[in-house]
């Protein structure tokens, strides 16, 4: 899922942690802006989902979505964003490897 030209950030959790992750992408729901971010050690092609916020100075932070149907919904959204991408291109691929085959064959 991931790119090499994809942008890498490093968060830090409550205990000073640092994680670094690949920022996937991000969406607009009902006026808020959540990102998708992946892990940059991540062995299962699994997703973290943020919500953007503006703290008491201004400046944009990440944090845990808390509702379970705020969740789901962009959850829902970053899927369908994200699978629509991959089911295109495995069907370019698919397309690919057909008219390579029909060009070997002639």
């Known amino acids: 899922m991931t790119d090499s030209n994809e942008q890498i950030i490093t968060l830090t959790d409550e205990e000073g942690n640092e994680t670094e992750f690949y920022v996937i992408g991000d969406l607009e729901i009902e006026g808020k802006v959540y990102v998708a971010l992946e892990p940059v ?20 932070t ?10 789901d919904k962009a959850a829902e959204a970053f899927e369908n964003e994200f699978m629509s991408e991959l089911d295109l ?9 057909v008219e390579e085959t029909d060009g070997e064959d002639e």
């Open 62 to 71: 990440l944090v845990t979505i808390d509702n379970d149907e705020e969740f």
């Open 41 to 60: 050690e991540n062995d299962n092609d699994e997703y973290v989902i943020l919500r953007v916020e503006a703290d008491e100075n201004g400046d944009e």
């Open 89 to 97: 291109d495995e069907a370019y691929d698919e397309d690919e490897d």
